[in-house]
Nanobody, 122 residues
Framework: QVQLVESGGGLVQAGGSLRLSCAAS??????MGWFRQAPGKEREFVAA????????YDLDPVKGRFTISRDNAKNTVSLQMNSLKPEDTAVYYC?????????????????WGQGTQVTVSS
């Protein structure tokens, strides 16, 4: 069993930066990722990373502004978010899957954190 705990959310002005972290307990040699859910919207994929460091990102909304990374020794995954926009406001969730392939599908992730709120003011 893997438990995930996110941290680093908060309130930031548009154009600012935040760094989210996710600490995992238990074995996390598979893929880890970040999703987000804005008010009134479905949860959506943000980024994912393999044990090897290979990554994939959502399409236009975050690419070039967000960077996912992981520290395998510490069992953590991070999401560096730059040039934040009000539309990035959401609850951000860390997720992990036992499988080794990168995936944007929510249903393929086996473990989820409780989420951390990110609010970007205009």
């Amino acid at each position: 069993q893997v438990q995930l705990v996110e941290s680093g959310g908060g309130l930031v002005q548009a154009g600012g930066s935040l760094r989210l972290s996710c600490a995992a307990s238990g074995r996390t040699s598979g893929v880890m990722g970040w999703f987000r859910q804005a008010p009134g919207k479905e949860r959506e994929f943000v980024a994912a990373i393999k044990w090897s460091g290979e990554t994939t990102y959502d399409l236009d909304p975050v690419k070039g502004r967000f960077t996912i990374s992981r520290d395998n020794a510490k069992n953590t995954v991070s999401l560096q978010m730059n040039s934040l926009k009000p539309e990035d406001t959401a609850v951000y969730y860390c997720a992990a899957r036992r499988g080794l392939g990168l995936s944007r599908q929510e249903s393929l992730y086996d473990y989820w954190g409780q989420g951390t709120q990110v609010t970007v003011s205009s």
